[in-house]
């Protein structure tokens, strides 16, 4: 059996992710309210003080097991072109696999618990944001987008509407294929369009 950490002893990356999966797990169970670290520690086989001392609370510790579970990362994107890269990211975004009983574990809780909300916005939604950063300026650096285009800031808006608006009005799952016709019929035209031309100079 093992042994509870002690203070000193920090957690190897194989005890963290057995404690990311046993926190999944409770939340895709009984759902975020639900689920109490003394029983993820419990199960974990680790001291619910370790789980404090490491992760302040229930807030971080589900806000990093989820990071650790996401089935897609838009790390290191950068394939040479503004389309290449937003055909890599809503590839990334359409394949990943859905795991909606988690989602459903946690999605009310996301609205109603401010702590949550700040830190799934700090481990998961701001790393995305940077990418999506990163792909507009490669494109300005290139020459491809106009950096005075008022388009650029609602860009993260723009891919990830798409996703959203098709689970409400189609009720289907934002696919690839699905993402790639959106990314060629509505965001590359917006981007790319010639700001010049279209300014109001009367």
Request: one cysteine or more.
């Amino acid at each position: 059996m093992t042994q509870p950490e002690t203070r000193r002893t920090r957690l190897s990356t194989e005890r963290e992710a057995e404690i990311f999966d046993v926190t999944l797990d409770m939340v895709r169970e009984v759902g975020y309210e639900a689920t109490r670290l003394d029983v993820v520690a419990q199960r974990s086989q680790c001291s619910k003080a370790t789980l404090y001392r490491r992760w302040q609370g229930k807030p971080r510790l589900v806000s990093e097991a989820l990071r650790h579970g996401k089935p897609f990362t838009l790390a290191g994107l950068d394939t040479g072109s503004l389309r290449g890269d937003l055909y890599e990211m809503t590839s990334r975004i359409g394949d990943a696999r859905k795991d909606h009983d988690l989602m459903r574990g946690i999605a009310l809780a996301i609205r109603q618990d401010t702590a949550l909300a700040e830190a799934m916005h700090e481990t998961l939604v701001r790393p995305d944001l940077e990418a999506a950063r990163g792909i507009v300026d490669r494109a300005i650096a290139r020459g491809e987008v106009d950096p005075a285009n008022p388009a650029l800031a609602f860009f993260p808006h723009l891919v990830q509407g798409a996703g959203f608006a098709r689970l409400v009005f189609d009720q289907r799952a934002p696919d690839a294929e699905y993402l790639h016709r959106y990314v060629d019929a509505v965001v590359l035209p917006v981007l790319l369009r010639d700001i010049g031309s279209t300014t109001d100079t009367t």
